[in-house]
């Protein structure tokens, strides 16, 4: 996170049944509370999933 450019870069990762890395992402969004971070890196890590037939 920079505070001095009012950005933070969050990813987030899918795991298979046996914890192995399947995929994930990364991407930057302005600088927001935390509480907002998080739900929207989980709504991307269920868009990802459902674009790769992850169900």
Same mark, same amino acid.
């Given at each position: ?12 990762? =899918? !795991? ?5 890395? =399947? ?9 927001? $509370? ?5 739900? !929207?890196?989980? =709504?991307? $890590? =269920?868009?990802?999933?459902?674009? !790769? $037939?992850? !169900?």
């Amino acid at each position: 996170m920079s505070t001095s450019r009012q950005r933070a870069t969050v990813g987030g990762t =899918l !795991r298979g049944p046996n914890r192995g890395w =399947l995929v994930g992402f990364e991407m930057v969004t302005g600088m927001v $509370d935390i509480c907002q971070i998080e739900p !929207r890196v989980i =709504l991307e $890590d =269920l868009k990802l999933a459902w674009m !790769r $037939d992850f !169900r």
